[in-house]
């Protein structure tokens, strides 16, 4: 039996272990069964409320904020927003405030030479299709500090106190910037050689049949995929583990996973870049009462924009089975429509590089992160000046099928956004593009994996893409 002692020696071969496990054949028709069987039993329903009628929620009289009796969870605030020389100067909008800093793990452990993964089946409120496969730890230190007088999270003791384990991943990053208030999330990757109990809505994956599970709409959760996205998927040789490809982007898509195979752009002028970006933009917010909030009106079922854009404010009460709790109401962000998240990619000295945008958020503690190509919710930008309409959107909307390389509908987060939904692109170019290099650069795979070591360098929706690419290197 390999103990803790043994693995920790195995570190500097980690991409290589990781790499074997996604090329794993993917054999799924036990998973699914196992899932569909879950779903007639594990439950969870979620009816609208008028916020007025959250059992446990309270609206603060002078400021209008949406806050939890107990002073935890998080708050629905105002934020006013000032960006001179941006597309829209000034705004102000409802947001979350969840200063709590959760966590989100899952635990690896390795059967017969090969890293499997703990993951959870798991319905949050806001699901658009109840089970979503979720981390094996997905919880607010509210919910593990059990301020809800709950269960215990399960398989928790295994990210608090790691001495007796292998940390592969465990760093801090950021959440949607345009919904949260300087949400952050502590990410981990733990592995364990002891034996461990598996629990009812639980399983164990190689990499490859979690990577062959990116392909079906809404099934991946958010909290998986940006876990899974910090995995240190790249390192020297690593191109040489995987078999021949069949066509030039998954050699591309290979060679870009190698730190040998080189890039557009040097670390160091990525990370100067990063640094301008940053210093050169000029983002001033201002916690403000949500009943100051200029352009939103509020009735007994909402918190609403007055052009009916952008999101609404809601109240659901859930009834839930297999979880900590399992009745509770709460205020969620509804989105009006399905968003486009989206790589453009290229091949670059036969390496797939993909073009990531210095993306401000009013929400990101530094202002400004690395962020997908295409970003957005395409009908927000209707009533807008054409100059506010995001660079590269047209070209995504019209690519040939031939140049798509991945295309998925998937989730965001279900325990605070309610039926919120993004179709993921992956999109080859198929002619050059006019970048500005003062906002986007190209990159290959092996720079985002290692920015992603550290906090605050990419968005949750570039690390969803970062993990959607890696899904494409598998068997």
């Known amino acids: 039996m390999t103990n803790h002692r043994q693995l920790l020696k195995d570190d500097r071969l980690m991409p290589l272990r990781i790499a074997e496990s996604a090329r794993e054949p993917a054999e799924l028709v036990e998973f699914h069964r196992w899932l569909a069987e879950l779903g007639e039993r594990m439950y969870t329903r979620a009816d609208r409320v008028p916020l007025s009628e959250l059992t446990g929620w309270h609206t603060e009289e002078s400021t209008g904020n949406l806050r939890h009796d107990s002073g935890k969870f998080f708050t629905v605030e105002g934020l006013d927003i000032h960006m001179p020389g941006g597309p829209v100067a000034h705004w102000s909008q409802p947001i979350i405030h969840q200063p709590e800093i959760g966590i989100l793990g899952i635990l690896v452990k390795q059967f017969d030479g090969v890293l499997h ?217 509804e989105p009006h429509g399905v968003g486009v998240v989206a790589f453009l990619a290229q091949v670059i000295g036969g390496v797939l590089h993909v073009l990531v945008h210095a993306r401000v958020e009013p929400g990101f503690v530094d202002a400004v992160e690395l962020a997908p190509t295409v970003q957005c919710i395409p009908e927000n930008f209707d009533p807008l000046p054409p100059e506010a309409r995001p660079m590269f959107l047209d070209y995504v909307l019209n690519a040939k099928p031939d140049q798509i390389r991945f295309d998925t509908e998937l989730s965001e987060e279900g325990g605070r956004f309610y039926h919120a939904r993004n179709r993921y692109l992956v999109i080859e170019l198929d002619t050059d593009a006019d970048v500005d290099d003062r906002y986007f650069r190209w990159m290959p795979l092996h720079q985002l994996v290692d920015l992603l070591r550290h906090s605050h360098y990419l968005n949750v929706q570039a690390r969803s893409l970062v993990a959607c690419l890696h899904s494409l290197s598998g068997a």
């Open 117 to 333: 993964c703990l993951m959870q089946a798991k319905a949050e409120p806001g699901n658009c299709n109840g089970l979503q496969l979720s981390p094996t730890v997905q919880a607010t230190r509210s919910n593990y500090t059990r301020v809800h007088r709950g269960k215990p999270v399960p398989y928790l003791e295994y990210f608090q106190d790691t001495s007796r384990h292998n940390v592969i991943v465990d760093v801090r990053q950021s959440e949607q910037g345009s919904w949260f208030q300087h949400k952050r999330n502590r990410n981990m990757v733990v592995e364990v050689a002891e034996e461990v109990e598996l629990l009812d809505g639980f399983c164990w994956l190689t990499l490859g049949q979690v990577h062959r599970l990116f392909r079906e709409d809404n099934l991946i959760a958010m909290d998986a995929r940006t876990v899974l996205s910090c995995l240190p998927f790249a390192g020297t040789d690593l191109a040489k583990v995987f078999p021949a490809a069949a066509d030039e982007f998954h050699s591309a898509l290979f060679r870009s996973c190698d730190a040998d195979e080189g890039s557009l752009h040097s670390a160091d002028s990525i990370l100067s870049w990063i640094t301008e970006s940053r210093t050169r933009t000029d983002v001033f917010t201002n916690r403000i009462p949500l009943h100051d909030v200029a352009g939103w009106y509020r009735t007994e079922e909402k918190i609403a924009h007055e052009r009916d854009l952008y999101f609404d404010v809601i109240g659901l009460d859930v009834d839930a089975s297999g979880r900590e709790v399992g009745r509770w109401t709460q205020p969620v962000i």
